[in-house]
């Protein structure tokens, strides 16, 4: 049974900062890892997406590395800002991790 | 292209009735999966639906129920609502395996 884990549960960064998210997960036989961003009260937002062929994704200030002999993705935000702050969620598969809570103090 | 759209946004109902949510994928998605999210267990999986067949089963009791028609539009049932039952039901389409695009979500509250 696939299990994601994302840890810590919240951070807290000044603006500018460039700054890593983790997401570990115990099966590597996956076909793809996404990674989503969620405001309050609303629904996910698609940031990244990952083949299980590929090793990274990029979209602007955002990049994305996947590593499945650890099981591990990372995502990278770039020069961080007050607009990213939000839930980031990692999903492999069907599988979601249970996010990290970000907030990007001005 | 329209996005994932779900029916009903918000939903009041009491503890021992039955509800049921729909779900339209984008158009050309064959796939579509539900969640429940709560503020205690996160985003949990509750089943994945393609061609209109289950392909895959979250850990729910069978309270829990869906299906989908050939247009790809889903449904998903509760059956004799429970107070830990209130949540907020995600859908998310995808092509198939692919990026799961999600919609707006249904805020279930049983009182």
């Known amino acids: 049974k696939q299990e994601v884990t994302q840890i810590p549960a919240a951070l807290s960064v000044p603006e500018g900062e460039n700054l890593v998210l983790n997401c570990s997960f115990t099966d590597s036989a996956i076909y793809n890892l996404q990674w989503f961003r969620q405001d309050p009260g609303k629904g996910l937002t698609s940031l990244l997406l990952i083949q299980s062929s590929q090793r990274e994704q990029t979209s602007g200030r955002l990049n994305a590395s996947l590593d499945k002999s650890s099981g591990r993705s990372t995502l990278y935000i770039a020069a961080s800002q007050p607009g990213d702050s939000a839930t980031y969620l990692c999903a492999v598969g069907l599988t979601f991790g249970k996010g990290i809570t970000l907030s990007v103090r001005p | 292209k329209a996005g994932v759209t779900q029916t009903p946004r918000y939903l009041i109902k009491t503890r021992g009735q039955q509800v049921t949510l729909s779900c339209s994928p984008i158009?050309?998605?064959?796939?579509v999966s539900w969640y429940q999210q709560t503020p205690g267990q996160g985003l949990q999986f509750l089943f994945e639906?393609?061609?209109?067949?289950?392909?895959n089963k979250g850990n729910f009791p069978g309270r829990f129920s869906g299906r989908q028609f050939s247009n790809s539009r889903s449904e998903m049932n509760v059956s004799t609502l429970e107070l830990g039952d209130s949540a907020l039901y995600l859908c998310?389409?995808?092509?198939?395996?692919?990026?799961?695009?999600f919609g707006p979500g249904t805020r279930l509250t049983v009182t």
């Open positions: 639906y393609f061609s209109e067949t289950q392909r």
């Open positions: 158009s050309g998605h064959r796939s």
């Open positions: 998310a389409s995808s092509w198939d395996r692919y990026e799961q695009y």
